[in-house]
């Protein structure tokens, strides 16, 4: 064999050999995104969030995943396609006609921090926590939280100072309220005569839930009937688990070198 024929054989082999590493990469690429698209179908689901109804508890700018085998499977459980935003919400589309939620079905806990679609464009979704359960009576009196008539644990704690937030770095009053199952959290009242401050009685419908925001005064949430209301089970997303990331709500794409000092380091994988 001549050289020029040696030369040709090398040159097809190393030339096999590129062709077999590119499509070795892309069936790893492959791999990865059908695992992906498969944890996040079944699994875990991100959401941003892009309002502060749930100061301190999250906070603009927040990454997190949100557990859908938490309460089973149903309706809005499968969802595909592009997030965009508008305004203070998620938008969503395309959901699969999946009746009931019956598959592997786990219910709401109070206490939990769970994303629902809203009852009145389920094109949106919602994040709020958890309070009221069928049959519940929920009242808001002077800013106290009462459910089935008994006052909710309600203890002043630190003011709530964030320059990164809507209150621009100015003190908020902060309390600690624990739920009847012990659950604890900080909720803010940045207005003691707010609108939502004195409420009604609200009976829970069966198979519904109430769902309040942290931010007291800065949070449309089952309060509000017209709006949000009473939640139905099937309406339920899952519950929000662990932030993943965090950046500040004044960040830009195209300043990519603010980043470092944007990021929220300190926020990394909490827990919810």
């Avoid at 709401?108 to 309070?131: C, E, H, M, Q, S």
């Avoid at 770095?169 to 959290?185: I, K, M, R, S």
Wanted: aromatic residues 14%.
């Amino acid at each position: 064999m001549s050289k020029n024929d040696h030369a040709m054989a090398a040159a097809r082999a190393s030339g096999k050999k590129k062709d077999e590493g590119i499509w070795e990469t892309v069936k790893v690429i492959i791999q990865a995104l059908l695992i992906a698209f498969f944890v996040r179908t079944f699994f875990y689901q991100p959401f941003n969030i892009p309002s502060g109804s749930m100061y301190p508890t999250l906070k603009i700018g927040d990454y997190l995943f949100v557990s859908k085998l938490s309460y089973g499977y149903g309706k809005y459980s499968f969802n595909f396609g592009l997030n965009t935003f508008s305004g203070n919400t998620i938008i969503k589309c395309c959901p699969i006609d999946f009746p009931g939620r019956k598959f592997l079905a786990d219910t709401p806990k109070r206490g939990d921090v769970a994303v629902f679609k809203l009852p009145t464009d389920t094109n949106i979704d919602y994040i709020k926590r958890v309070i009221g359960l069928p049959g519940d009576r929920i009242q808001m009196k002077d800013g106290v939280l009462y459910i089935n008539d008994i006052a909710v644990k309600k203890e002043r704690i630190e003011d709530y100072i964030d320059q990164d937030s809507e209150f621009g770095g100015h003190p908020v009053p902060q309390y600690l309220e624990t739920l009847p199952n012990g659950v604890q959290y900080q909720v803010l009242d940045s207005n003691p005569n707010g609108d939502l401050d004195n409420t009604d009685v609200y009976i829970v419908p069966e198979n519904h839930y109430f769902m309040m925001g942290d931010n007291r005064d800065n949070s449309l949430d089952s309060r509000v009937l017209n709006h949000v209301g009473y939640v139905p089970i099937e309406n339920y997303v899952g519950r929000a688990d662990i932030i993943f990331f965090s950046i500040s709500a004044d960040a830009s794409l195209l300043k990519v070198w603010e980043w470092p000092v944007l990021i929220r380091w300190m926020r990394f994988f909490n827990p919810i």
